[in-house]
């Protein structure tokens, strides 16, 4: 079943009078249960690509497509999670996650936001603020907060990108256990990144982009169990495909 | 910060002074004491709907953005007594409440400024990622005022109250207690306490309403101003350590609070199409301000002065002059301001001692709202000095003293906290270097000052302005002294007290003309140089 299909997508920049192309032609679609990640050279346009998907932005041709349904502006089917964690540092982690549920009574709001700080392990902090937590403990809250939502798409842009390497590693396994739970939303996940063993670790397909303007140069199916092996030949060779085809 | 001690001393002094010298008279001080507070607490709700409501809009909406901040900036720009005219003529004519009324917009015009750029500032620095956010959980309407958009004003907002609150007591004095078309228009409080005391001689009375006047503001800013600066300080870092300020609250008021809060979430979405309406959502943002537009006010004013030429008969050779001989005072007052108040900084500098010491001292004086005090030097100057040096050199003098005191403290505390913030490694690298006192003063302590000083110096220059209007028209004892050279705030007195439209609009738009010009070539441009010494290293 498709969830997502992106249309001969592209999006041009006006940058003073003069117009940039950023994307070109961009096809895919993503079935329920895929996870995606993205890389490509920096400033090739992966971010603009999501943030497209997420209804941040307009597609200057093509459509983006969730469910059928043409995107046009956020809608509660999707949700992201930033490379910066943007918490409000006025408010707790529990006001944090509850800012995603703003719709529905607080009651209930309190125990769904409960229930998703406990998923990523930070119970006991619900009453501290980010400033006291650690980097890794920010994007957890930045995590709850995005799949409190329960929406259907999870986007990550970059989210471990600030992190030092043991807790990203630590982060990355949890998400991708989250997402193996077959109970629960997201069902669909799209990472960003330019660390091709990160990719190659978190998702099912790795879309490869080109230098800008971008356009899809590859669509690898990864067959690796989750989490992968990430000593293992075919995990390496996977890293070596990829990264010849970006350099 | 005055310490808790120091303020009981002085109270403890005011009380025992006020009641031997007024006996009875005591409780009538107090009682205008009081009057004074509830009339600028009334100006200050205004000025904050206005600032907050009208901030908030032109954060946002990038139309309202586009044209009405030229609007704001000119109105800015209008010397705050230059209101004056305008508030008694449209606002005394209301009956009974009138005077009540006048007196309270002038006050409001004095503090919506600072808070309403401050707060547009605020909404501008909410993180675009934090939008974001807010977008993807489709915050918005109400629950994005309340939960994003409060809090990232709430620091600056409170930054900009203090300045605006102490515009306030500034002006206090000539708000309550002015001369208009020949008669006297005042309201009983601490400020015409003081005017009236002074201006019929008394000198130490008025000294007592000084004393009380200061005393208030002191109370204040050390119970009020300093404690929700700190809260909102460190609202932006919070942690659970430090929200003791919260913990001073009653657990009914905060559970109440919560309970209000949680039933107006759900109430308050009526206002919801309101603000989708004025575009007040995450994902708008304001423009430039519209060029064109600015330049057609600008062309608007110009032409307005033009015809006012014309229309009043008033030379323009004068008007120029007077112009002139109101600069060459401003700048007078200023140099002498700047080279006491650098001098002082790089003494202080050197002597982390005498800073701590100083700090509270100045931190009084200041409180001192400088208008108060303009009868003194007056009484000083044309009583004593002038049988020395004679009439017209001490009006020159005690209009150059009074445009000082509305200008100094504006340098002094810009140029205090630059040097608060020398970080200390700076120090440390002058040691490893090897560098001479001279030298460090050339390369560290002066580039660091800069951006201090020209901050200091866009207030002073603006302070000064403001201070023409008073200094350049001394009353004392029912007669009204102005230096022979004139000037433009001699001219907008001389206009107000006639009562003489032309001369007033013609004198306040010269006037407006003047700093606008400063304030978008000179300061423009200094800001722009300094850029480099406020960056980060």
Known sequence: MVELLLKKMAKTYVLEKREVPVLEDITFSVKKRESIAVVGPSGCGKTTLIRMIAGLEKPTKGVVMIKGKKITKPTKEVNMIFQSFSLLPWKTVLENVEMALLDKPKKERVEFAKKYIDLVGLDGFEESYPRELSDGMKQRVGVARAIAKEPEILLMDEPFGSLDPLTAYNLRKEILRLFENRKLNPNVIILVTHNIEEAVYMADRVLVLSRRPARIIGDIKIKLDKPPDIRSKEFLSYVDEITSMIS | ?537
């Open chain 2, 1 to 537: 910060m005055i310490s808790k001690r120091m303020l009981l001393i002085l109270i403890i002094i005011f009380l025992v002074s006020s009641v031997y010298l007024l006996g009875f008279g005591f409780l009538e001080l107090i009682a205008a004491s009081v009057f004074s507070f509830l009339r600028m607490f009334g100006a200050y709700l205004i000025a904050l709907v206005f600032s907050v409501s009208f901030g908030v809009l032109m954060g946002h909406n990038a139309k309202a953005f586009k044209y009405l901040l030229p609007v704001m900036d000119i109105l800015q720009s209008v010397p705050i007594l230059g209101f004056l005219p305008v508030a008694l003529i449209f606002l005394l004519s209301i009956p009974i409440v009138g005077a009540e009324l006048a007196t309270i917009f002038l006050i409001f015009t004095c503090m919506a400024w600072s808070i309403l750029f401050n707060v547009i500032e605020g909404v501008k620095t909410i993180p675009y990622t934090v939008r974001e956010v807010a977008k993807l959980n489709r915050i918005d309407g109400m629950r994005y005022l309340t939960n994003i958009v409060f809090p990232a004003i709430y620091p600056p907002l409170i930054s900009g109250s203090i300045a605006g609150w102490g515009g306030g007591w500034y002006f206090l004095v000539v708000g309550e207690f002015t001369t208009f078309g020949g008669t006297v228009h005042h309201v009983f409080g601490i400020g015409s306490f003081i005017a009236e005391q002074a201006y019929a001689g008394d000198i130490v009375l008025s000294l007592i309403g000084i004393f009380a006047l200061s005393l208030m503001v002191l109370l204040i800013n050390s119970f009020v101003w300093s404690v929700l600066m700190r809260h909102s300080e460190k609202f932006k870092q919070r942690s659970r350590a430090d929200i003791e300020f919260e913990e001073g609250i009653p657990d009914i008021v905060e559970d109440a609070s919560e309970m209000i809060s949680e039933k107006l979430e759900n109430v308050t979405g009526i206002f919801d199409p309101v603000l989708k309406f004025a575009h007040i959502e995450p994902e708008s943002k304001p423009d430039k301000p519209s060029y064109l537009f600015t330049v057609l006010l600008m062309g608007g004013l110009i032409a307005a002065l033009a015809y006012l030429f014309l229309q009043s008969g008033i030379n323009i050779f004068e008007l120029l002059s007077y112009s002139g001989s109101s600069i060459g005072r401003i700048l007078i007052a200023y140099f002498i301001a700047l080279l006491w108040t650098v001098l002082a900084g790089l003494i202080i500098e050197r002597n982390r001692w005498l800073y701590s010491r100083l700090l509270p001292v100045f931190d009084t004086l200041q409180s001192i709202p400088a208008v108060a005090v303009f009868p003194i030097i007056v009484v000083l100057l044309i009583e004593t000095a002038s049988v020395f040096i004679g009439n017209s050199l001490a009006l020159e003098i005690a209009s150059i003293l009074l445009l000082l005191t509305g200008m100094q403290w504006y340098l002094l505390f810009n140029i205090m906290r630059a040097i608060r913030h020398i970080p200390s490694r700076i120090g440390e690298l002058g040691d490893l270097l090897n560098l001479s006192y001279l030298a460090r003063l050339r390369h560290m302590v002066i580039p660091l000052m800069l951006p201090a000083i020209i901050a200091g110096s866009i207030e002073a220059i603006g302070g000064g302005w403001n201070a023409t209007i008073v200094s350049e028209s001394i009353i004392y004892k029912d007669i009204t002294f102005s230096p022979e050279t004139g000037g433009l705030g001699y001219l907008l007195s001389k206009g107000t007290a006639l009562g003489d439209w032309t001369l007033i609009l013609s004198s306040l738009l010269m006037m407006v003309l003047i700093i606008i010009l400063t304030d978008k070539f000179l300061w423009a441009w200094a800001i722009k140089k300094m850029e480099k010494y406020t960056a980060e290293g």
